[in-house]
């Protein structure tokens, strides 16, 4: 029986190879056996295909380990190719998280009501580069529409801020997230809730594979999902940006579709208390795979927290029940790779 931590080990020896096979759409850590845990972990490949003979692969790795060879499981979860999501419905005010959000082309999902930190004095909305950027990745300060475009959303009468801030995205080498904050036009009309949910107290620095959450997207509404695998790395199609590589993001699976286009940008909260977990981005074609990356990475890049009502703004609560040194888990970004995130401030007139 294979630990999370070999499994880890031959993910990162074997990952740039792996994601160099057209059929295969990304690798990470999970369960051999999700229904049966106590068989230990797997290296997971997300792939166009049945099994691992289907991809010309043995069903185990080898790994040496303190001088004894050990075998990793292989695990092939039917995968179709996974795209960024960012297509398109009703005005709400104010603003609460949830809710189609987006620039005059389209429209994607208000992810969060987040503040500055630490004084919480000026509110955001987090949702991703390709949902608040026009053109994506570019520093025009694009105006933000609820609804987003796609929805109908129009310039001046629909919009509720501009671009402040954005993570950019590589072409070349590999990213971390993809995230992006709107300034409101004044703070009151953004409110600090969560559709159907209500407040998020906080946010959590780590969740593990085997977890339950859920979400509210712009498209799908209010879902459920398990985190199936950590530590993924996936090749995302950006269409006019191209086919970018994302390392050690995190898989979750629905049994219904729980990350359609327009569903980009909707932040993931664990079932058992409502924090925050991770950021929603891209899917496969189905709907059924989530492709995101923990919201800590995103908070702690872009410099804000969960917003909080004023009333209950000394309340707010991080999160910090993580095993740190366990590969079944997420983790906190080094300062190395923090310092790696580029943050772009918007700049110029508002982009119309």
Known sequence: MATFA??????????????KNPKVQGIGVGYHDPKKRKKGAAVVLYANAVSTKALGLTPKFA???????????????????????ANYRGRI?????????????????????????PSGNQRYILSNNHVLTS??????????????????????TDRVGHLSRFVRLRRN?????????????RNSILSPRYATVGRVPGHVTSYRVGERFKK??????????????????????????????????TVILGDTPVSLPGDSGSVWLRRADNFAAAVNFAGTQDGRTSISFPVDWALSALRVRVAQPASQRTKQATDVKSSPRSSAYTRRLTAKELAGIKVIRSSGKPKK
């Open 216 to 249: 509210v997207g712009r498209t799908t509404g209010l879902t459920f999902g398990r985190v199936d695998s950590v530590n993924t790395d996936v090749q995302v199609n950006y269409g006019s940006l191209g086919v970018l590589t994302f390392r050690n993001q």
């Open 6 to 19: 070999e499994a880890l080990a031959v993910k990162k020896r074997i990952a740039d190879e792996m994601l």
């Open 93 to 117: 005010r104010p603003v609460i998280a949830g809710y189609s959000i987006g620039t005059q082309r389209l429209s994607g999902t208000a992810g969060l009501i987040v503040a500055s930190a």
């Open 135 to 156: 053109p994506i990745n570019t520093a025009n300060r694009a105006e933000t529409l609820q609804p987003g475009g796609a929805d109908g959303g129009q310039p001046g």
């Open 173 to 185: 080498g590999s990213n971390l997230v993809d995230a992006a904050l709107s300034r409101p036009v």
């Open 63 to 85: 790994s040496t380990s303190k001088g004894k060879t050990l075998e990793v499981p292989i695990r092939v979860v039917q995968t179709k190719k996974i795209r960024c999501n």
